[in-house]
C-alpha cells in the first residue's frame, strides 16, 4: 500500500488537476499555438515537469539528469514584447510520447525523494502547477471549439437580478499588504509585510459589467476580445460555447480598456492599496477554485453578505498599479526569475482570483501581473471615484 504525506497528497491533486486540462485537448492539436504571444501547447506538457525536476530533483539534491535536453528546452515560458512573436515550427518540438515518457520518469524520481525536500520547495511546485493550471485554462479558451472536449457541468450563467451601480465609502486607513517572512509559504514579491495608508474613496459595489461595457462600446471605444458580433448581435465567446452576451456578468477587459472606461466614466481603477482596504469589506465569490469556466453574474454572490461584491473570484481585477518590489523584496535564490524581471514598469497588479483560480491564492497578499495590453485573462475591473 503506497502511503503519501501530506504534501505528497497536494502535489498529487494538483498533477491530477493539470492531467485532465490536457485530456480537454483533442490530440491532433497539442501543436496548435492558440496564443500567439505564449508556446504551443506541447511546451506546457513538459514544462510542468521539467519544472519540478529542475526546482526538485536538480537544484535541490542534485539528483543526475537523465534527459538534460528536455529539462532545458521546457524549463521556461515566454513573454514577448508587443511585437516580437514566437515563430516555431509544430517539426521544432519533440513528439508527445517521448514527452510523456519524460513526465512519467520525472515523478518516479521526484515521488522517490520527496521525503528529503524542504517543504518550501515542494508548496513552490505545487503552486507553479496550479498557477499554469489557469494559465492553460486561458489558453484553451482561445481554441476553436471542435478541438476540445467540454467537461460535464460546464454550462452558461444561470439569470441574476441586474446590478444597480452604487459605491461603497472606504474611509482613510492603512492597508496591510505582503506577508511576515518565515510563518507561511507566499512566493518572494509578497515580503515583506508592511503598512500603506490609503486615503479615503468610493468603491464600486459591483465588477464592471457587459452591459455598463456596451455603453462605451456603442460610443465607439473597441469590443473586448470575449466578445463576437454575430448578425448583428454581441455574442459572449465562453469557454466550450458561444451564448448570447450575458449583461449582468463582469466584462473581461485587458488593463488599458479598463483605464479607458473608468477614464471615459471619469473615475479611475483601483490602486493596489486600495483593492487591500476595500477587499476587507467583501466576501468570496463562489465562483473560484475550478468550480465553474466561465463568469457568473456579479450579483450572484450577494446572498454570502459582505458590502464590496466578488473581490476575490468570478475573475481577477485589474489595479492601477505597476507590478514592483515590497520594501524588503528579496528575489528567491532557487526561482530568480519569478518576479525580478517583471518590475519594469510594463506589467500591472491584478488581485482576486477567477473561476480558474487554484484555492491556494486566496490568500490576500498573492499579487498577479500581465502586460497592459494582454486580452487573454479572466481579467474584471471596477471603478473608483475619489
Ligand atoms: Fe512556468
Same mark, same amino acid.
Given at each position: 500500500m503506497v502511503t503519501r504525506s501530506e504534501p505528497g497528497r497536494a502535489l498529487s491533486d494538483a498533477r491530477h488537476t493539470t492531467d485532465s486540462l490536457f485530456e480537454l485537448v483533442r490530440p491532433d492539436?497539442?501543436?496548435? *499555438?492558440?496564443?500567439?504571444? *505564449?508556446?504551443?501547447?506541447?511546451?506546457?506538457?513538459?514544462?510542468?515537469? =521539467?519544472?519540478?525536476?529542475?526546482?526538485?530533483?536538480?537544484?535541490?539534491?542534485?539528483?543526475? =539528469?537523465?534527459?538534460?535536453?528536455?529539462?532545458?528546452?521546457?524549463?521556461?515560458?515566454?513573454?514577448?514584447?508587443?511585437?516580437?512573436?514566437?515563430?516555431?515550427?509544430?517539426?521544432?518540438?519533440?513528439g508527445a510520447a517521448e514527452v510523456r515518457r519524460y513526465n512519467r520518469r520525472t515523478r518516479e524520481i521526484v515521488d522517490e525523494v520527496l521525503d528529503q525536500l524542504p517543504e518550501e520547495l515542494v508548496q513552490a =511546485?505545487?503552486?507553479? *502547477?496550479?498557477?499554469h493550471a489557469e494559465t492553460f485554462a486561458y489558453l484553451l479558451h482561445q481554441m476553436p471549439y471542435g478541438k476540445k472536449a467540454a467537461p460535464a457541468g460546464a454550462g452558461i450563467p444561470g439569470p441574476a437580478p441586474a446590478a444597480r451601480e452604487e459605491f461603497v465609502e472606504i474611509g482613510a486607513g492603512e492597508a496591510r499588504m505582503g506577508l511576515e517572512r518565515g510563518r507561511t509559504f507566499g512566493w518572494d514579491n509578497e515580503f515583506e509585510e508592511h503598512g500603506v495608508a490609503v486615503g479615503e474613496f468610493a468603491v464600486a459595489r459591483y465588477k464592471v459589467t457587459n452591459r455598463?461595457?456596451?455603453?462605451?462600446?456603442?460610443?465607439?471605444?473597441?469590443?473586448?476580445?470575449?466578445?463576437?458580433?454575430?448578425?448583428?448581435?454581441?455574442?459572449?465567446?465562453?469557454?466550450?460555447?458561444e451564448y448570447p452576451l450575458p449583461l449582468d456578468c463582469p466584462v473581461?477587459?485587458?488593463?488599458?480598456? =479598463?483605464?479607458?472606461?473608468?477614464?471615459?466614466?471619469?473615475?479611475?481603477?483601483?490602486?493596489?492599496?486600495?483593492?487591500? *482596504?476595500?477587499?476587507?469589506?467583501?466576501?468570496p465569490s463562489a465562483n473560484l477554485?475550478?468550480?465553474?469556466?466561465?463568469?457568473?453574474?456579479?450579483?450572484?454572490?450577494?446572498?454570502a453578505g459582505g458590502e464590496v461584491a466578488q473581490m476575490t473570484g468570478n475573475g481577477w481585477e485589474w489595479t492601477s498599479t505597476a507590478f514592483g518590489p515590497f520594501p524588503g523584496f528579496e528575489a528567491f535564490p532557487f526561482y530568480r526569475n519569478y518576479s525580478e524581471p517583471f518590475f519594469d514598469g510594463r506589467h500591472f497588479v491584478l488581485k482576486g482570483a477567477s473561476p480558474r483560480t487554484a484555492a491556494c491564492f486566496l490568500r490576500p497578499s498573492f499579487?498577479?501581473?500581465?502586460?497592459?495590453?494582454?486580452?487573454?485573462?479572466?481579467?474584471?475591473?471596477?471603478?473608483?471615484?475619489?
Amino acid at each position: 500500500m503506497v502511503t503519501r504525506s501530506e504534501p505528497g497528497r497536494a502535489l498529487s491533486d494538483a498533477r491530477h488537476t493539470t492531467d485532465s486540462l490536457f485530456e480537454l485537448v483533442r490530440p491532433d492539436s497539442l501543436y496548435d *499555438r492558440p496564443v500567439p504571444e *505564449r508556446n504551443r501547447l506541447i511546451f506546457y506538457l513538459g514544462h510542468l515537469e =521539467a519544472f519540478d525536476w529542475n526546482l526538485l530533483a536538480r537544484h535541490a539534491l542534485e539528483v543526475p =539528469a537523465f534527459h538534460a535536453e528536455f529539462d532545458h528546452l521546457f524549463a521556461f515560458g515566454i513573454d514577448p514584447p508587443p511585437g516580437d512573436l514566437p515563430n516555431d515550427t509544430p517539426a521544432a518540438w519533440p513528439g508527445a510520447a517521448e514527452v510523456r515518457r519524460y513526465n512519467r520518469r520525472t515523478r518516479e524520481i521526484v515521488d522517490e525523494v520527496l521525503d528529503q525536500l524542504p517543504e518550501e520547495l515542494v508548496q513552490a =511546485a505545487i503552486e507553479h *502547477r496550479l498557477m499554469h493550471a489557469e494559465t492553460f485554462a486561458y489558453l484553451l479558451h482561445q481554441m476553436p471549439y471542435g478541438k476540445k472536449a467540454a467537461p460535464a457541468g460546464a454550462g452558461i450563467p444561470g439569470p441574476a437580478p441586474a446590478a444597480r451601480e452604487e459605491f461603497v465609502e472606504i474611509g482613510a486607513g492603512e492597508a496591510r499588504m505582503g506577508l511576515e517572512r518565515g510563518r507561511t509559504f507566499g512566493w518572494d514579491n509578497e515580503f515583506e509585510e508592511h503598512g500603506v495608508a490609503v486615503g479615503e474613496f468610493a468603491v464600486a459595489r459591483y465588477k464592471v459589467t457587459n452591459r455598463q461595457y456596451l455603453e462605451f462600446v456603442k460610443e465607439g471605444a473597441a469590443a473586448p476580445h470575449f466578445w463576437a458580433m454575430r448578425e448583428g448581435r454581441w455574442m459572449y465567446r465562453g469557454m466550450f460555447a458561444e451564448y448570447p452576451l450575458p449583461l449582468d456578468c463582469p466584462v473581461y477587459v485587458t488593463q488599458e480598456e =479598463a483605464s479607458a472606461y473608468a477614464a471615459w466614466r471619469g473615475m479611475r481603477l483601483l490602486t493596489e492599496p486600495e483593492f487591500h *482596504r476595500a477587499a476587507e469589506r467583501s466576501r468570496p465569490s463562489a465562483n473560484l477554485g475550478f468550480r465553474g469556466w466561465d463568469p457568473v453574474p456579479v450579483t450572484a454572490d450577494d446572498a454570502a453578505g459582505g458590502e464590496v461584491a466578488q473581490m476575490t473570484g468570478n475573475g481577477w481585477e485589474w489595479t492601477s498599479t505597476a507590478f514592483g518590489p515590497f520594501p524588503g523584496f528579496e528575489a528567491f535564490p532557487f526561482y530568480r526569475n519569478y518576479s525580478e524581471p517583471f518590475f519594469d514598469g510594463r506589467h500591472f497588479v491584478l488581485k482576486g482570483a477567477s473561476p480558474r483560480t487554484a484555492a491556494c491564492f486566496l490568500r490576500p497578499s498573492f499579487r498577479n501581473w500581465f502586460r497592459p495590453s494582454y486580452p487573454y485573462l479572466y481579467a474584471t475591473f471596477r471603478v473608483v471615484k475619489s
